[in-house]
Structures are given as structure tokens and as C-alpha cells.
């Protein structure tokens, strides 16, 4: 397991300019893998920090059963790795608004998955087939947008993805364009990989832990008023799509 330390950045372009910068912490987890629980985290587990696999498995317990058979279906592909990058839960809660399930076989990178929530307590699920299979290699591509996350965007346009992820370090472009293809919304997040290596490393990012999280919910909602009383458009949100994994 390691821990990332990673800035998160948000532009708004149109038709309401803001941005803002924030830092959190994520962790990345290989899977399958032997017992990472130590006494400060736990997988499957409540502990102080901790991270279930069902929450990025459609409710499944066990997410590399739930890949494998979900690529083996889709590309007819065989994976035998995946790295989860995602905030851990503090004391059992945590509010993800983007986790990254990365697929490998024989450590070619077959295809990535992105889950996303909002603040509804919804999720969907961006499944990807890589065009380039070399991990060093930037990966690019667009997806059309099919799930409701703010209520001052529609749904509707689509996102084009860029990013490159490797052993050290991940750096995620996730671009809004509506469907006049204008660039409305421009995020990123970027950090460096640190391998944890004693309890000691974890308790020490237990409390700068908790305190980002916090910190995420209260720039969501903060953002938010911000853009109401910059009278940016609400969008009533639509009801979910049926297939909530595309």
C-alpha cells in the first residue's frame, strides 16, 4: 500500500468563472494482494483509516473478482492485477468524488475504470479500454458525460481524459466540453506515490487525513454557494440512468 499526497484543482470557464486548489491524501492499493491491515488501517475492515472493496465493486465484496469478470465479458480480456487509487474512510466515512481502478495483465495496462459519486449518494461507473497498453505512456481519450455530479452543469457533453500513472506518481486531467464543445470545467490531480513502510507512517497522515476529507465536503458545498450567488444556472437533477456502468 502507499500513501499519495495530492493536489486537487478545479477551473471553472463558462459561463461562471472560479477555481480553486485543494490538497488531499489518497491510497493506492494493488490487488489481489496478502494482508495490508495493520493497526491504523484495514481493508474490508472498521479501523481509523480503512477502504472497502464493495464500494467500488457495485456492492460486490471482493473488487478483482468483480473486474476480472466485468473485463473478461466487455474486452475479452484476462487481467491478473489492479491498483485502486481512492481517499481512504476515516472511522468509516469518506466522500469520494473520483476513485481510479487501473486493470493490468502481465503488467500491460488493459483498461481503467472510474467511479464517481455525487453528493446524492449515486455512483457511476466510466469503463475504458487503453489504447496504449506501456503504463509510461500518457493515455487519452473522451467519454461521453451520462451521470448527474453538479447541479450548475447539465448532463449532457461529454469529458476528455488525460493522464499517466506509474509506480511514483499520477497525474489525472479530467476536462468538461458541453455539447457545443466548449471547455466549461478543467480538472486535475496530481501526487507523488510514498510507500508505507511502519505504523508510525500511517498514524502520522491519520489526523491530516481526517482533516482533509473534512476539508473536500466543505469546498464542495462552499464552492456551491459561491456559484449561487453568482447566479450560475441550476440544473435540476435528472433521474439516474438504469446502466450505471458504461
Not at 143 to 149: A, D, G, P, R
Not at 205 to 231: D, G
Request: with cysteine; charged share 25%; aromatic share 16%.
Amino acid at each position: 500500500m502507499k500513501f499519495i499526497k495530492a493536489n486537487v484543482f478545479h477551473r471553472r470557464n463558462w459561463p461562471k468563472a472560479n477555481k480553486f486548489l485543494y490538497k488531499c491524501n489518497y491510497v493506492s492499493i494493488k490487488l489481489p494482494t496478502k494482508d495490508i491491515n495493520t493497526k491504523f488501517f484495514s481493508l474490508n475492515k472498521l479501523n481509523i483509516l480503512s477502504v472497502n472493496e464493495k464500494d467500488y465493486a457495485n456492492g460486490s465484496p471482493d473488487l478483482f473478482k468483480w473486474c476480472t469478470e466485468l473485463i473478461e465479458k466487455r474486452y475479452k480480456n484476462k487481467i491478473d492485477s489492479l491498483e485502486l487509487i481512492t481517499m481512504p474512510k476515516i472511522l468509516g466515512y469518506a466522500f469520494n468524488p473520483v476513485s481510479f481502478i487501473f486493470c493490468y495483465s502481465k503488467n500491460k495496462l488493459i483498461c481503467t475504470i472510474l467511479k464517481v459519486n455525487n453528493t446524492f449518494s449515486e455512483d457511476h461507473y466510466y469503463i475504458n479500454y487503453a489504447a496504449k497498453h506501456d503504463e509510461e505512456l500518457e493515455q487519452n481519450y473522451d467519454i461521453e458525460k451520462l451521470f448527474h455530479v453538479s447541479p450548475f452543469l447539465p448532463r449532457e457533453g461529454y469529458y476528455k481524459i488525460k493522464y499517466r500513472n506509474n509506480d511514483d506518481c499520477i497525474n489525472f486531467n479530467i476536462d468538461y466540453y458541453d455539447r457545443d464543445n466548449e471547455n466549461i470545467l478543467e480538472t486535475y490531480i496530481t501526487g507523488k506515490k510514498i510507500t508505507i513502510e511502519n505504523n508510525f507512517m500511517i498514524f502520522a497522515n491519520v489526523f491530516n487525513s481526517a482533516y482533509l476529507i473534512t476539508r473536500v465536503i466543505y469546498l464542495i458545498h462552499f464552492q456551491a454557494v459561491k456559484l449561487f450567488f453568482k447566479k450560475a444556472k441550476f440544473y435540476k437533477k435528472p433521474k439516474q440512468n438504469i446502466n450505471k456502468i458504461t
